[in-house]
């Protein structure tokens, strides 16, 4: 079992930064890869980031260039480094953890609100 707690959320305003961290604890030598992603209101959960133990990391189109995606050494935390955000990335965002059984475990998410 994994277990997934967000934090770093809140309200900021276009053009500024927010950086998220997803603490994970339990059996987190089986995680293989951590992610965040997002649910906007009235739509589906989406990709934002991925990154693997062996340093891949995959982007959406629409955070390329302004979020980075990036674990400790101890792999217990990842972070989402937010730039340059927009009202568009106004959404709760939940950290992933997938393990080597292609289990995925979810945190409860963090509100990340951008004003205009």
């Known amino acids: 079992q994994v277990q997934l707690v967000e934090s770093g959320g809140g309200l900021v305003q276009a053009g500024g930064s927010l950086r998220l961290s997803c603490l994970a604890s339990?059996?987190?030598?089986?995680?293989?890869?951590m992610g965040w992603y997002r649910q906007a209101p009235g739509k589906q959960r989406e990709l934002v980031a991925t990154?693997?133990?062996?340093?891949?990391?995959n982007y959406a189109d629409s955070v390329k260039g302004r979020f980075t995606i990036s674990t400790d050494n101890a792999w217990n935390t990842a972070y989402l480094q937010m730039n340059s955000l927009e009202a568009e990335d106004t959404a709760v965002y939940y950290c992933?953890?997938?393990?080597?059984?292609?289990?995925?475990?979810w945190g409860q998410g963090t509100q990340v609100t951008v004003s205009s």
């Open positions: 339990g059996s987190i030598f089986s995680i293989n890869r």
């Open positions: 992933s953890a997938a393990n080597t059984y292609g289990y995925d475990y």
């Open positions: 990154i693997t133990r062996r340093g891949d990391r």
